[in-house]
């Protein structure tokens, strides 16, 4: 998709949630409307838009389904008019959904998202099970909430993966011993990749870098499960010059993160680094649900970085305007900042230059890798020949993502979670990792 200015008034956040088994319309629309209920419009329709895909043949639906959903997804949004959540439920067969979710962003912010997300699945699962009396009561008011500053919203592609467990325990170890909080790890990491995706020449590093850190914070206590506007962008500066320990780097980050919010305001054209919350769907019984990534968001950046705090992982994402970056070059950087975390952890004295390594040599495929290679050649249609190739990069798509953890499910006779294809880099050799890990029973 190419990347194009859009108004702001189109700053909209999307969810979208892969649904296997029977979803009832009509219950979907019932946990709507409480949803509207409980966060202040009482009375107001909550519709779900409903498009079928089963008149399609087969093979034509999963391209169509990540069509409409974009098309879904770049819709107007008008705050007036419009509820606070606007659904869209897409049927691809009879057991199999993808449902839509949209805010705008002058209403709610990102982490609200996942607020209204959680719940209207929790509701779907108390109305379904006729016990609505379980449900929560109004929510909490919001009061006051920050204003953001008018900036110009971009579309943005994104790629994700798992940052691997030692680095993640490491991260959360170094922030306790530094007594900063983790975002500030991901602060200075973003900082010394910058510089050296910025320098020219060895000479050019060691420059001041500033990061606008965006995180779930809430402005007050008791405000958590309260949904609004609160984003509130913090600049950071980050000083390299004269190739400072990693961990020096850290304390002044924590420093500057202990003071607060000050008068500098976000600018254009400058780095944004979220921290958050991972989305937790409920268990309804009857159903399977999951997150898609499509791999498209809005930004205000033209690149983002996003660090998701998940039960047993921490999750990073790079979002590129495709007009600044390229996405041979935002895979690179992926993958170059998940070894200045590894490096940083391992060795936080470490001047910061020294962060990067150099890239190591191919290998051979193991047997396991070379089954799911097939898989996913049966899947594409193509051959898949390199083991470190995106999935997405092959010209796939989240609902044949799906169905290819599906048939790795049946013919190796393991539960693999489809997440392991979505939030994570869509490699051959990662997946091969993950099933091993299973196997093993970790």
Not at 18 to 47: I, M, S, Y
Not at 236 to 253: E, K, N, Q, S, Y
Not at 326 to 336: K, T
Request: charged share 25%.
């Amino acid at each position: 998709m190419n990347s194009r200015l859009v108004r702001p008034g189109d700053d909209v956040a999307t969810v979208v949630v892969d649904v296997e088994g029977t979803l009832d319309l009509a219950v979907l629309r019932q946990a709507a409307d409480w949803l509207t209920e409980r966060h202040g419009e009482p009375g107001a329709a909550a519709p779900v838009d409903v498009v079928d895909l089963r008149n399609l043949p087969p093979e034509e639906r999963s391209a169509a389904a990540v069509d409409r959903l974009l098309e879904r997804m770049w819709l107007p949004y008008d705050t007036a008019t419009h509820p606070l959540v606007r659904l869209t439920a897409l049927q691809v067969d009879e057991d199999w959904f993808a449902v839509l979710a949209s805010v705008h962003r002058d209403r709610v912010d990102t982490r609200s998202l996942d607020i209204l997300t959680e719940e209207l699945w929790q509701a779907y699962g108390a109305f379904a099970a006729d016990a609505p009396e379980s449900l929560p009561a109004a929510a909490p008011a919001a009061g006051s909430q920050v204003g953001r500053p008018a900036r110009p919203v971009h579309r943005i592609r994104t790629v994700s993966a798992d940052l691997p467990g030692a680095t993640a325990a490491g991260i959360h170890s170094m922030a306790r011993a530094a007594d900063v909080p983790c975002s500030a790890v991901a602060v200075a990491a973003v900082a010394v990749l910058l510089d050296r995706v910025d320098a020219d020449a060895p000479t050019d590093r060691g420059r001041e870098h500033v990061v606008d850190l965006v995180t779930d914070e809430r402005p007050r206590p008791g405000l958590d499960r309260t949904v609004g506007p609160f984003e509130e962008a913090l600049p950071v500066r980050v000083d390299l010059a004269g190739d400072p320990p990693f961990a020096d780097v850290l304390d002044h980050i924590g420093k500057t993160l202990a003071l607060g919010p000050g008068g500098e305001p976000p600018e254009e054209g400058r780095v944004t680094l979220r921290w958050r919350r991972e989305l937790r769907l409920p268990r309804v019984p009857g159903l399977a649900l999951d997150v898609l990534d499509l791999g498209v968001a809005t930004s205000r950046s033209p690149l983002e970085f996003a660090f998701t705090e998940k039960e047993s992982a921490l999750g990073l994402t790079v979002g590129w305007r495709e007009d600044v970056l390229g996405e041979d070059a935002a895979d690179r950087m992926l993958d170059a900042l998940r070894d200045v975390l590894a490096n940083a952890v391992a060795s936080p004295g470490e001047p910061v230059f020294r962060l990067l390594p150099q890239a190591g040599p191919s290998r051979a495929p193991s047997d396991l890798e070379a089954r799911v290679a097939a898989v996913w050649a049966a899947e594409l249609d193509v051959d898949v020949l390199d083991m470190d190739t995106d999935f997405f990069e092959l010209g796939g798509n989240s609902f044949q993502g799906a169905a290819v953890i599906g048939r790795l499910r049946r013919e190796l006779g393991i539960d693999l979670p489809l997440r392991h294809i979505f939030d994570q880099p869509a490699t051959v050799a990662r997946l091969a990792r993950e099933i091993e890990r299973i196997q093993r029973g970790q």
